[in-house]
């Protein structure tokens, strides 16, 4: 199974600045179509999941471009250019490249 | 409007058994790849199984393959998880999801606690 590591994984911001998040993955995520399916979730206390990355850094609809996302191969990133109070939450990256799928540990952002 | 209402969870006991069902609306159903994702108290998330569009594929993580099957109508615009052989750490927040790439829209979830 593909293991994906993340780091930190927890992380105190202070609000306005900004915040990263590494994922790294045991295996390519390039996908025979050569696309790259690293996915990136936020989970706020008490929801469900949201998605709010996916193929490494296409944003969904909705989501507050201060989010982004980057990387290559086995190593991701996601930014937070200006950590805001709605940003507190879990964090994970997933991958959708190999079966089984496989999430990370969850990176936990919280406000100082 | 996309939504994903699970149903079917509960108490059970070690051994037991239990269906999980995910109506789903606001989308084509019979167009997508479908998933089950889990979630046990206080941890992370991990993949349970999918199922490709018309029901021909399917697949599971290790830990509950032979014990659980995935399946789907697509005539009534429903996701399944049959669950059997269940084990405490089986105890969860089981979600679907639409996707499989990485799944777009959530359900709320439903509560699983296998317990005696």
């Known amino acids: 199974d593909v293991v994906m590591t993340q780091s930190p994984l927890s992380l105190p911001v202070t609000l306005g600045q900004p915040a990263s998040i590494s994922c790294r993955s045991s295996?390519?995520?390039?996908?025979?179509?050569?696309?790259?399916?690293l996915n990136w979730f936020q989970q706020r206390p008490g929801q469900s999941p949201r998605r709010l990355i996916y193929?490494?850094?296409n944003r969904d609809s909705g989501v507050p471009d201060r989010f982004s996302g980057s990387g290559s191969g086995t190593d991701f990133t996601l930014k937070i250019s200006r950590v805001e109070a709605e940003d507190v939450g879990v964090y994970y990256c997933m991958q959708g490249t190999h079966w089984p799928r496989t999430f990370g540990q969850g990176t936990k952002v919280e406000i100082k | 409007e996309v939504q994903l209402v699970e149903s079917g969870g509960g108490l059970v006991q070690p051994g037991g058994s239990l269906r999980l069902s995910c109506a789903v609306s606001?989308?084509?159903?019979?167009?997508?790849?479908m998933t089950w994702v889990r979630q046990a108290p206080g941890k992370g998330l991990e993949w349970v199984a999918n199922?490709?569009?018309?029901?021909?594929?399917?697949y599971y993580v290790d830990s509950v393959k032979g014990r659980f099957t995935i399946s789907r109508d697509n005539a009534k615009n429903s996701l399944y998880l049959q669950m059997n052989s269940l084990r405490a750490e089986d105890t969860a927040v089981y979600y679907c999801?639409?996707?499989?790439?990485?799944?777009?829209?959530w359900g709320q979830g439903t509560l699983v606690t296998v317990s005696s």
């Open positions: 295996q390519s995520l390039v996908y025979s179509d050569g696309d790259t399916y």
């Open positions: 199922i490709k569009e018309d029901g021909s594929e399917k």
């Open positions: 999801a639409r996707g499989t790439w990485g799944p777009r829209y």
């Open positions: 606001g989308f084509t159903f019979s167009n997508y790849w």
């Open positions: 193929k490494v850094s």
